[in-house]
């Protein structure tokens, strides 16, 4: 169980297009899903919060108006990277909690298996 | 100083050794500890999840957690190639706070 989908997994794009990742939660309902960006040899980095049905919470220096996450409903959220450059370049990946009766909050995170995105 | 530390290695071991993954950590409101598994191209896998001290253990895995010392590891018993990835500590202070992660550990498992 668990099990948290995300399309494409691969997208080369030029620069000034846009390009939409989707993550969805298959076999669980998700109220919250996260988005990190990973650079080679790095840690997660956090950079938003998509809370289904409400705005997407952004940590600091994630510019929203690039970064536009839209949380439509249970099981799908998706991310939108708008007139991507170069530096755009990255590896992006989603995460959710399980939403279980009593509070999800502590729950581990389960990851999609990325996108990687390239901008020539 | 990081709230989490954790040595990027790489490390590498031969099949059927017995690996040992740590992180430390400063922050003393973390509860909930976490280790995942990423594989080249991929997204974390979650191995294992603790929640305050103590050990647990799952398969070839043991997670250990010393809130004394803030001091957590990972032990893989008879470890195979395929356990060969990136192993990265996280943690939380729970309530819906931040999950805190470590830079990852790259381990290879030689055959």
């Known amino acids: 169980g668990a099990v948290v989908s995300q399309h494409p997994s691969r997208v080369i794009c030029k620069s000034g297009t846009s390009v939409k990742i989707e993550c969805r939660s298959l076999d669980f309902q998700a109220t919250t899903m996260f988005w990190y960006r990973q650079f080679p040899k790095q840690s997660l980095m956090l950079m938003a919060t998509s809370n289904e049905g409400s705005k997407a919470t952004y940590e600091q220096g994630v510019e929203k108006d690039k970064f536009l996450i839209n949380h439509a409903s249970l099981t799908l959220s998706t991310l939108t990277v708008t007139s991507a450059h170069p530096e755009d370049s990255s590896f992006y990946i989603c995460?959710?909690?399980?939403?279980?009766?009593?509070?999800?909050?502590?729950?581990?995170?389960?990851f999609g298996n990325g996108t990687r995105l390239t901008v020539t | 100083q990081k709230e989490v530390e954790q040595d990027p290695g790489p490390l590498s071991v031969p099949e059927g050794a017995i690996v040992s993954l740590n992180c430390t950590y400063s922050n003393s409101a973390f509860q909930y500890f976490m280790w995942y598994r990423q594989y080249s191209r991929k997204g974390p896998e979650l191995l294992m999840y603790t929640y305050s001290s103590g050990n647990k253990e799952d398969g070839r895995f043991t997670a250990q957690v010393d809130k004394s010392s803030k001091y957590i590891s990972l032990f893989i018993r008879d470890s195979q190639p395929s356990d060969s990835a990136t192993y990265l500590c996280?943690?939380?202070?729970?309530?819906?706070?931040?999950?805190?992660w470590g830079l990852g550990t790259s381990l290879a498992v030689n055959p």
């Open positions: 996280a943690m939380t202070a729970g309530n819906n706070r931040k999950l805190i």
């Open positions: 995460s959710a909690r399980v939403r279980r009766q009593a509070s999800s909050y502590n729950s581990p995170l389960h």
